[in-house]
């Protein structure tokens, strides 16, 4: 891994009625990587973690949460360092 420390922040729009599932499946396989540091809210999830290891986790759940819950809309903000202090 890089060893570089970031900050990422999640929201997802999944674009069906019945939403709640998808966002619930995302944070549920977020939260089973080693390395990763989880903390959702109301409105988002946020993501502490190695740079490096935060990007290949987002790029494998949101492929895999259009594979199967269908279209979503992801905004998604990056801080470098742990914002947490």
């Known amino acids: 891994m890089s060893d570089q420390r970031a900050s990422v922040e999640v929201s997802l729009y999944p674009l069906q009625t019945d939403y709640k599932p998808a ?3 995302f944070i549920a396989r977020v939260q089973k990587v080693d390395g990763i540091d989880v ?13 490096a290891l935060l990007m290949q986790t ?23 360092g742990d914002v947490r202090g």
């Open 39 to 51: 903390l959702p809210n109301d409105l988002s999830t946020q993501l502490f973690g190695d740079f």
């Open 23 to 25: 966002i619930r499946d």
């Open 58 to 80: 987002l790029e494998r759940e949101l492929a895999r949460s259009w594979s199967e819950h269908g279209k979503g809309v992801f905004v998604v903000k990056f801080i470098p």
